[in-house]
């Protein structure tokens, strides 16, 4: 049983540059979240996807969008790369439960750094 | 505002002894609230949590308390190990958002010998 993949591992780009994160959910799982991590913080909430839709967002700027795929995987778009944008980016999985709230399973994470 | 506050920052124990983090939280109406351990490198993983219709929960050495009233949740773990150093996350789920996770700013735990 596989649990949250997440691609690349590490990844180095330019100001102003855009970037692709992508995403693989845990088997069973059909909800994708996405969280940013700064150095030294905690993880910060971005957004998250259900039946390809975006269903919450954090207070992120609209640089930041997101995809999800019939098979359940995601994408993270940041446009007009800022240097602030460095930190590394985790995404997280759960089965779609409404209000309920499930346990959220991370996966190893996408460590950007911008130049 | 949707916010947590984590303390200590940092906490140093002797190995063996125990260890607590505080968190108080801002949403009255929430109603779960999971620890995550992140190690150096690696990804957050979640160690305990708890729901607001029990006040404790408690699986081996670690232990998570909730007092609803004051808004307050902690993490004890007892007879600490070299492998219990790590960072150490508090969180809960806004009732009005039940989907997403509001994170602490960590406390860094170590273990002396």
């Known amino acids: 049983d596989a649990g949250v993949t997440q691609s690349p591992t590490h990844l180095i780009k330019t100001r102003g540059q855009q970037v692709t994160l992508r995403c693989s959910p845990k088997?069973?799982?059909?909800?994708v979240s996405w969280y940013q991590q700064a150095l030294g913080q905690g993880p910060q909430f971005i957004f998250q996807?259900?039946?390809?839709?975006?269903?919450q967002r954090g207070n992120f700027p609209d640089r930041f969008s997101g995809h999800q795929f019939p098979n359940y995987s995601s994408e993270l778009n940041v446009n007009a790369l800022l240097l602030g944008d460095s930190a590394l980016y985790l995404c997280?999985?759960?089965?779609?439960?409404?209000?309920?709230?499930?346990?959220?399973?991370f996966g190893p994470g996408t460590r950007l750094l911008v130049l | 505002g949707e916010n947590v506050e984590q303390h200590p920052s940092t906490l140093s124990v002797q190995e063996g002894d125990s260890a607590v983090i505080k968190c108080t939280y801002s949403?009255?109406?929430?109603?779960?609230f999971p620890w995550y351990k992140q190690e150096l490198g690696k990804r957050p993983q979640l160690i305990i949590d708890?729901?607001?219709?029990?006040g404790e929960k408690k699986d081996q050495r670690i232990a998570v308390t909730l007092n609803k009233t004051a808004k307050h949740f902690s993490l004890h773990i007892t007879e600490t190990q070299p492998e219990d150093s790590a960072v150490y996350f508090c969180?809960?789920?806004?009732?009005?958002?039940?989907?997403?996770?509001?994170f602490g700013s960590g406390t860094r735990l170590s273990i002396r010998p």
């Open positions: 969180a809960f789920a806004p009732y009005s958002s039940a989907s997403k996770i509001i």
């Open positions: 997280a999985s759960t089965p779609w439960s409404g209000s309920y709230q499930e346990t959220q399973y």
């Open positions: 996807y259900y039946e390809e839709e975006e269903r």
């Open positions: 949403d009255s109406a929430s109603n779960y």
């Open positions: 708890i729901r607001s219709n029990v």
């Open positions: 088997s069973g799982h059909d909800t």
